[in-house]
């Protein structure tokens, strides 16, 4: 049974920091690649960044030079550093990765940046 749990979420004011975690279990964790998503409310959910299995990363655009995302595999764990937060960083943040043809979601965790 694959099973992503994120945490780290909160409010935090605008230039403010979070870092959020997303622990992986029932994959083998070090093969696959795994990605943060976002969804703001009315809004679709969109990929925040990326992380293959050999640490390279892609982000989107809006959060390139603020957000950091590391994985360590002795803890089966991914991290979203998120620095110089911006209120239209506010969104539910979602773990995903693609196993054996399917793509399995964490529960979500909100971010809330106030102005």
């Known amino acids: 049974q694959v099973l992503l749990v994120e945490s780290g979420g909160g409010l935090v004011q605008a230039g403010g920091s979070l870092r959020l975690s997303c622990v992986a279990s029932?994959?083998?964790?070090?093969?696959?690649?795994m990605g943060w998503y976002r969804q703001a409310p009315g809004k679709q959910r969109e990929l925040v960044a990326v992380?293959?299995?050999?640490?390279?990363?892609n982000y989107e655009d809006s959060v390139k030079g603020r957000f950091t995302l590391s994985r360590d595999n002795a803890k089966n764990t991914v991290y979203l550093q998120m620095n110089s937060l911006k209120p239209e960083d506010t969104a539910v943040y979602y773990c995903?990765?693609?196993?054996?043809?399917?793509?399995?979601w964490g529960q979500g965790t909100q971010v809330t940046v106030s102005s």
């Open positions: 992380i293959n299995s050999a640490g390279g990363t």
């Open positions: 995903n990765v693609n196993y054996n043809f399917y793509v399995y």
């Open positions: 029932g994959i083998i964790f070090s093969s696959n690649a």
